[in-house]
C-alpha cells in the first residue's frame, strides 16, 4: 500500500539530543511529507522532499529520500522539550497523502 | 494559529442527531479534504474535493455526507451516527491534489462524541 510505515513508534531522548525517525513505503510516489502533531491539534507541515530529490534542510530539520530502498528518514537536530509531538510520514502518490502510523517522539528535560 | 479555521471545536451527538461540521480556508487552495483520527492512530483520508468537486471517497459509510458549496468551504454532514464514529474530525487544504507537490495544511480538528 501506499502508506508509510514509522520506524521507531516511540523515541524518548534528553533535551539536547538528536532524534532521528524513519518511513518506509512500498509504491511509488511524487513525493514524501513529514508533518508534526501536538496532542489534540492537528497536524503541522514540516517539510516536503520531491521524488527527485536526495535530502533537504529545514532549520534543525533533515531529511532523506532514498527510492530504490523506499525509504526516508527525519533527523531533528538539538531536539528541545517543545519538540515532544508525534511525527507522522505521509508518502504522496497520485492523488493520496496517506500517513504513517507515527513516531511518539518525548524529550526528557 | 492555523490559517484553516473548523467548527465547532467539540460536538457531542446522540445516534439518532443530524449535524454538520463546517471548515473554511482563504488561501485560494483548490483541494480540500476530510480525515478522521482515531486516538493514538494516524489520520485517515475520508474525501477529497478537486476544484469543488469529490474525486475521493474512501468508502466512506454513508451516514457522513460531504458537501463543498464553494472553493473555501468544506462541510461534512454527520446523520445517524454510531459511538464508533467518535474520534478527531481534521480538515485540511492544499494548492492542488498530487501533481502539485503541495503540503496539506490542517485545522486543529473537531472531537466529536457520539453517545
Known amino acids: 500500500s501506499q502508506q508509510g510505515e514509522e520506524d521507531p513508534q516511540a523515541l524518548s531522548i534528553q533535551e539536547g539530543e538528536n532524534a532521528t525517525m524513519n518511513c518506509s513505503y512500498k509504491t511509488s510516489i511524487n513525493n514524501l511529507q513529514w508533518y508534526r502533531q501536538n496532542s489534540g491539534r492537528g497536524l503541522v507541515h514540516l517539510i516536503l522532499i520531491r521524488s527527485n530529490e536526495r535530502e533537504k534542510h529545514s532549520g534543525r530539520l533533515r531529511v532523506t529520500l532514498d527510492t530504490s530502498k523506499k525509504s526516508s528518514s527525519l533527523l531533528i537536530t538539538a531536539s528541545r522539550a517543545a519538540d515532544t509531538a508525534s511525527y507522522f510520514c505521509a508518502p504522496q502518490g497520485a492523488q493520496k497523502l496517506v500517513f504513517g502510523q507515527g513516531t511518539r517522539l518525548t524529550i526528557n528535560p | ?115
Not at chain 2, 454527520?78 to 503541495?102: I, T
Open chain 2, 1 to 115: 494559529d492555523t490559517e484553516v479555521t473548523q467548527t465547532p471545536k467539540h460536538l457531542v451527538m446522540g445516534m439518532t442527531n443530524k449535524k454538520s461540521l463546517k471548515c473554511e480556508q482563504h488561501m485560494g487552495h483548490r483541494a480540500m479534504y476530510w480525515y478522521k483520527q482515531k486516538a493514538k492512530k494516524p489520520p485517515e483520508l475520508m474525501f477529497v474535493y478537486s476544484y469543488e468537486k469529490l474525486s475521493i471517497n474512501e468508502s466512506v459509510p454513508s451516514r457522513f455526507s460531504p458537501e463543498c458549496p464553494n472553493s473555501s468551504l468544506l462541510n461534512l454532514h454527520l446523520h445517524a451516527l454510531q459511538p464508533e464514529d467518535s474520534a478527531l474530525y481534521l480538515c485540511a487544504s492544499s494548492q492542488g491534489v498530487g501533481s502539485y507537490n503541495s503540503p496539506l495544511h490542517f485545522g486543529n480538528g473537531t472531537r466529536l462524541t457520539v453517545t
